[in-house]
């Protein structure tokens, strides 16, 4: 019952400190953060889509207490988008955004992030691509998805994330699979309260294949956001049963979390996206990703130990 946890750890500044001042904390880091520069990422974005992977890019950075930073994260993901350009691979990189990021939490926050992230999704329309809203904590939801449908007046293709432990959200993807619509659908990741959400993997899990087979038989672009092996057969055979083609649904996955899945399932034909972060605020993306698999944390632990 590690993940807990590290997921309240996650909240803590002090734990912050600790762990973003250890000296080996940056190998383990490096994993799944890799690198905290747009110069640093380029490579990789160049290495991946070599390999046939598609990519959708989270500029990490969710803690912002200030409007000013939650302006310099737009830029940021402004400035991702120029080199983009630059390299010609729009339209294989998307954007994901954690509205936090844009003001979500601070006073008249919900304006403020919309007003922050509307010109990235402008930017990244005016390069073929475009942006998914990622899914926060319980408390952040009924926000984002009303920024969602605002930004889809003018920018339809633009996606959002469901969350497979929460009770709202089967209601959530009846109303989303619509057509036009882009919906990822991942577990969940963050610490949500037993009135909001199921506690057990198993039934998470069944929630997943529940909501899953709603996006399959509805008429959007489902995003499967999952490194699970069963929950990615089952997708594929969901998939079958309601018709799709291959173009027609896509398999997402993190940087630095089975790496040769991704490329196993873009080799049979599969849309495959790897959710890439960099930046240098990656201590709650991090912890999130050491509560998922305690194995994660015996590395980190052992790591630090050993040097
Ligand atoms: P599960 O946790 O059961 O893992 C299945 C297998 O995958 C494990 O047995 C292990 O082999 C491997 N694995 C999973 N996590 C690992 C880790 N951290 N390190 C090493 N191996 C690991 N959540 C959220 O709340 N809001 C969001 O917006 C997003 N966005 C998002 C985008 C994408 C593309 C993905 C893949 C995931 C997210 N998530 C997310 C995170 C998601 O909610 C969930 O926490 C993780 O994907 C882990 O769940 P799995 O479905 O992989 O299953």
Known sequence: M???????????????????????????????????????????IKDLTAKGLELTMDVVGEDITTPEQATAARDAYLALIDHLKDLGLGER??????????????????????????????AAAAIGTTVTLDAEDHTTLDSMFAIHEELRKDFPQTGCVIQAYLFRTEADARRLAESGSRVRLVKGAYKEPAEVAYQQKHEIDKAYVRILRTLMEGEGYPMIGSHDPRLIAI???????????????????????????????AAEGHRMRVYTAYGTDW??????????????????????VSK
């Open 235 to 265: 997708a594929q055979e969901l998939a079958h049963k309601a018709g799709r083609k291959l173009d027609e649904y896509e398999f997402q996955m993190l940087y630095g979390i089975r790496g040769d899945e991704h490329l196993r399932l």
């Open 93 to 122: 990189v998307e954007m994901s955004v954690k509205l936090s990021m844009f003001g979500q939490a601070l006073e008249g926050g919900h304006e403020l992030a919309l007003a922050n992230v509307r010109p990235v999704v402008e």
């Open 2 to 44: 590690l993940g807990p946890v590290i997921l309240a750890a996650s909240r803590s500044d002090r734990m912050r400190r600790l762990i973003s001042a250890a000296p080996v904390t940056k190998q383990v880091v490096d994993r799944f953060i890799p690198g905290e520069t747009v110069a640093d990422i380029v490579p990789i």
């Open 283 to 304: 201590y709650g993306y991090f912890m999130r990703r050491l509560a998922e698999k305690p194995a994660n944390l015996r590395f980190f632990l052992r790591s630090m």
